[in-house]
């Protein structure tokens, strides 16, 4: 029971850190998709949203190959500042993150588009910087569809199985997050307990999502008004 309560935890602050990082790279990304035309910047789209589409265990593949001790990031994170990534909690959370960052990124796009540029026109001309835009007008018009997809990207982070197997192992205690705790039961032939991690990870997606949609109606409400 007590590593069941363990890899909660250790689910719980990976889907964190993840959803931290998400929020400002995510963020950022779908800003400069939703207000700046560049060449190619469809393809950027489609190569920042390949993780929803990608095989979880194969991205874990790449993500591998890239952080581990041989890949060239990995390689010279070991070599010049003596960090390994691989099977930690922290090479959990840049799976997690991986996996997670297209529904920031989507959404954050999506809720910029929505976001008339008359009023930042409007900010700039009454001698705002861009830093002050940005906070005191675009981000209020659109944070509920950003945070929408923040908790989306929790949920993702939380339940992440594919990936983070690959990346951080299961080490019980280290690196066993509660969806690889589950599969461990299983194993074991331990059905109870994998039920009942089962239904506890449901509990806490369903109550994201259910949040989610919440935030989604009242965003569409207004809208409508």
Known sequence: ?????????????????????????????????????????????????????????????????????????????????????????????????????????????????TVDIQYEQAAQALGLGSAAVFFRVTLPLAWRGILAGVLLAFARALGEFGAVSVVSGRIEGQTQTLPLYVQGQFENFDITGAYAAAVVLALLALGTLLAMNILTRRTRGRTTV
């Open 1 to 113: 029971m007590e590593a069941a309560w363990v890899a909660l935890g250790l689910s719980l602050k990976v889907a964190f850190w993840a959803t931290a990082v998400n929020a400002v790279l995510g963020i950022g990304a779908g800003l400069a998709l939703a207000r700046y035309r560049f060449p190619g910047r469809e393809l950027v789209d489609s190569i920042l949203l390949l993780p929803m589409v990608l095989p979880p265990t194969v991205l874990g593949y790449y993500i591998l190959v890239v952080i581990g001790r041989r890949g060239w990031l990995g390689g010279w994170l070991e070599r010049e500042l003596g960090i390994n990534l691989i099977f930690t909690w922290q090479g959990a959370v840049v799976a997690a993150s991986i996996v997670a960052f297209p529904f920031v990124c989507k959404s954050a796009r999506a809720a910029f588009e």
